[in-house]
């Protein structure tokens, strides 16, 4: 009996996930594959198995999604190949190497790498469909392991490992930011468009070593920031929609647009537009939606000779087990007003200068909190998608549980790298010690299960900590390395 006649799909899940290969992968025409990012397993809509993985083939470096079958047919025979939601696979994999071509197409034409993974599998892996156990997954987490067994444990250890796992955390954010600011850098030289679902990184760019001096234009900066703000609004579900939309629909392009009265109406027409999401009037019976829709047309006609960049497809965007305030639809309005206080209210500067001069480190942090929350005004005030008004009005475009989020997983670690790079170390260690001390409002089941099950949920809203709990359950929970934990190694030892 063959693997994929026994091994339950889900169990190839796992061996991505876990990256459970005994030999590096290769493509059939003798690629290297490096993952630098597995992605995200996709649990919540269709589409992709895995979301947001991050892939070097070759000299090539894809951003997309990762799609996993047993059988190579399996493409055609599930429709992905006439889907648009699949059209940003970056890699397909597979056990069966029945009728292997060594590629598959996507809707859009696309050419996507396929290989057979049975030859860099162990057979340990390879589970039986009636010995196999469904893992716990971070939607659905359950009890950990070491659940009563920790009360022992002095708070005071527990909270300093969570906050040194919060701090390799932050750490490694800064790492991945700063590595997009090379490429923003390399390729604003190069003077070329980039493509949204990969680049071309050159042997010239890996063997380029980078000084202070390269990263002095305001405009790479702002680029940076502004794709960084868009991936916060995008949540899991439309992270990559989103860092996908701002890499389009550069700043550069926003530039050409005239400051004008209705200069908001005319960003959100522009990345309703090019996202996809902005309907026809002929498809919406109600009044104010249909007058809405005709201004942004009106908008996006004035402006549209500025744009030659790609378009999205309304499909790959997700609405399904979100809340409307959290809709793609909204917090694009709210990135448009972002948007606005870059290019014009100087937000970079406004806000480095803010965290310089501001000695209180509690003033500091509800200030940038405060700068980050966006008030609700115009038409997505009283609705979240077309044709349907809201019963209750929104108050707020991005509220403080999400100003939170961008304070905590982007200002804080940008601007350490700002600082850094400029070699400012006084500024970069407030940034770190603010980081240490900030507060926020948590609604993340990871974190509310870690800390509950370490009996510390008066640490809970301490940023570092409750980053500390995710990279502790992503890295060591979820992958069944308790041996390897520093709680667990004293609790099972």
Known sequence: MKPD??????????????????????????????????????????????????????????????????????????????????????????MSEHENNGYVYSRNGRKVPSICILDYV??????????????????????????????????????????????????????????RLKEIQFIKELDISEPVVSYDLSERFHQRDFQYEDFKSKDVWTQLFYEMIFEALGYTQNKLQMVSLARAADLDFFRKIQNDGVILEKYEAALLKISGLLQTRSSVTEKESREYIERMELHWN???????????????WHFLKIRPQNFPTIRIAGGARLIKALLYDELIDFTACKIIQTESLSVLADSLRKQFIIEADGFWKSHFVFDRKTKKETRLFIGGSRADEIVVNVVLP???????????????????????????????????EVVKTFGIENSMRRAIISQGAISLYRNYCSRHKCLECEIGKKVFD
């Open 414 to 448: 940008f601007f350490a790298v700002y600082f850094e790079v400029f070699k400012n170390n006084k500024v970069v260690n407030k940034i770190r010690k603010l980081f240490s001390i900030y507060e926020q409002e948590v609604e993340n089941q990871i974190v509310a």
């Open 122 to 179: 162990e057979n340990k892996f390879l589970i039986k469909k009636e010995d196999y156990e469904e893992p716990r997954y971070e939607s659905s987490i359950n009890k950990l392991k070491c659940l009563d067994a920790t009360s022992n444990l002095e708070d005071e250890f527990k909270n300093r490992f969570l906050s040194r796992l919060g701090a390799e955390r932050f750490q490694k954010k800064s790492k991945r930011i700063f590595e």
């Open 302 to 316: 004035s402006i549209k000779p500025f744009y030659d960049g790609k378009y999205f497809n309304e499909t790959i």
């Open 5 to 94: 006649d026994y091994v339950p799909e889900k169990v190839l899940y796992e061996i991505w996930k876990n990256q459970n290969f005994k030999s590096n992968l290769r493509t059939p025409d003798g690629n290297n594959i490096s993952v630098l990012n597995t992605g995200t397993l996709n649990r919540e809509s269709a589409g992709p198995d895995f979301k947001n993985a991050r892939i070097r083939i070759g000299n090539f470096i894809y951003t997309g999604d990762v799609e996993i079958d047993k059988r190579y047919s399996d493409w055609k025979n599930h429709g992905h190949n006439i889907d648009n939601k699949y059209n940003s696979v970056v890699l397909h994999i597979f």
